[in-house]
């Protein structure tokens, strides 16, 4: 078999998970969004690399 062309990962929202994220107030997104970056910094940096290969599709 040859190597598959797609690359990175996919997932599924549904319409309604997004309706009910939107109505979130923006303050308590813009939370989630500072505590996750303040979690991945605590990450090393070999961690953070492997990521960042994972999101680029590079694997």
Do not use: C, H
């Not at 797609?6 to 309706?19: A, H, I, P, Q």
């Not at 939107?22 to 997104?29: C, E, G, H, I």
């Amino acid at each position: 078999m040859g190597k598959s062309k797609n690359k990175g990962f996919r997932y599924y929202v549904s319409e309604d998970m997004l309706e009910r994220y939107q109505k979130k107030p923006v303050s308590l997104r813009l939370q989630w969004l500072y505590m996750a970056n303040v979690l991945r910094k605590g990450l090393s940096k070999r961690t953070i690399a492997m990521q960042d290969r994972f999101r680029e599709g590079k694997g």
